[in-house]
């Protein structure tokens, strides 16, 4: 199978992946908010990415285009992308003030494609050759969704591949596989509750904890370069709170840690550039990470989302 270069959906998510996050989607009604159509020779920028070549001549004749500040949209219903355009504007605020960083010089926008048919999605997959299980695909910097309108959404999926279309543009070549996805799981958890609470709902982040016997040692969760097929929950679940471990310690050190591995500085030397003598070394990190990462496993707490 042609390997691209893409950030697949996890299979944790696999459940929801085809209901992404978009709990307030009502009915199959425009309204006046709806997102304004643009001809497609007047969007602002084109696509690179081959793949979205291939998904627009999937029945060509369907598709609408639309654009926010950040995002160009490629969909076939207003009432579909309307909500999802405005949250996905959402997600990219929350993310990029979680960077603390100042936009990459000559930002361009993200693509983002809404199937709407399972059938036209697996269509898409046999040409795109992707695996048959795929519910979305974050490649080169854009996005492809099934957005199936006969179910409510909800989740942080949409949050979480928003996150890997944000840190693609200030990280161009790429970061390791655990600090990519529990950078994104990390931050579409916190972004969802804050989204929900906005709308008067009682959301808290939950962050998983993890059965000691089941933790996978750091020295091979930092190697991977893609989750591994036997123990794909345990390594978003660990990479997820190995990044909240790290950024609660210390917000600024996690950000310059973030840069020099970016720079693809080794990682012992990156903990010690970042975080002095708390973690001269992965072995130290592990020692003070193993007790964060098992905390509440189990417990009441856990269920109840907290953590």
Request: charge should be negative; charged fraction near 20%; proline fraction near 7%.
């Amino acid at each position: 199978m042609m390997r691209l270069p893409s950030k697949f959906v996890p299979a944790s998510l696999l459940l929801t992946i085809a209901l992404a996050p978009l709990a307030f989607a009502q009915a199959p009604s425009p309204g006046l908010n709806a997102l304004p159509e643009v001809e497609f020779s007047r969007l602002s920028q084109r696509d690179p990415n081959p793949l979205g070549e291939k998904a627009l001549a999937i029945h060509p004749e369907q598709w609408k285009h639309g654009e926010t500040e950040h995002f160009i949209y490629h969909f076939v219903d207003s009432f579909v992308v309307t909500p999802l355009s405005v949250e996905a504007e959402f997600h990219y605020r929350v993310v990029a003030k979680e960077l603390q960083r100042e936009p990459p010089a000559g930002d361009t926008k993200s693509h983002i494609y809404i199937f709407q048919q399972p059938a036209d999605w697996r269509q898409f997959q046999t040409i795109g050759k992707l695996e048959p299980w795929t519910g979305g695909i974050h490649s080169q910097g854009s996005l492809f969704i099934l957005r199936d309108p006969a179910y409510k959404f909800s989740g942080n999926v949409l949050g979480h591949e928003i996150a890997h279309l944000v840190m693609h543009r200030y990280y161009p070549d790429g970061i390791p596989c655990w600090l990519d996805e529990g950078f994104a799981q990390y931050v579409s958890k916190g972004a969802r509750a804050s989204y929900q609470r906005a709308r008067n709902y009682i959301s808290k982040a939950h962050s998983q904890a993890i059965a000691a016997e089941n933790l996978i040692p750091l020295t091979a969760l930092t190697a991977m370069t893609s989750p591994p097929s036997d123990r794909v929950e345990t390594f978003y679940d660990e990479s997820e709170r190995l990044v909240r471990f790290l950024a609660s310690t210390d917000k600024e050190s996690f950000l310059t840690f973030l840069d020099a591995v970016a720079r693809h500085q080794p990682i012992d030397s990156a903990l010690v550039q970042s975080y002095n003598e708390k973690f001269p070394t992965l072995t130290a990190l592990e020692e003070q990470f193993r007790q964060y990462a098992t905390t509440e496993f189990g417990t009441s707490l856990q269920q109840a989302g907290g953590g």
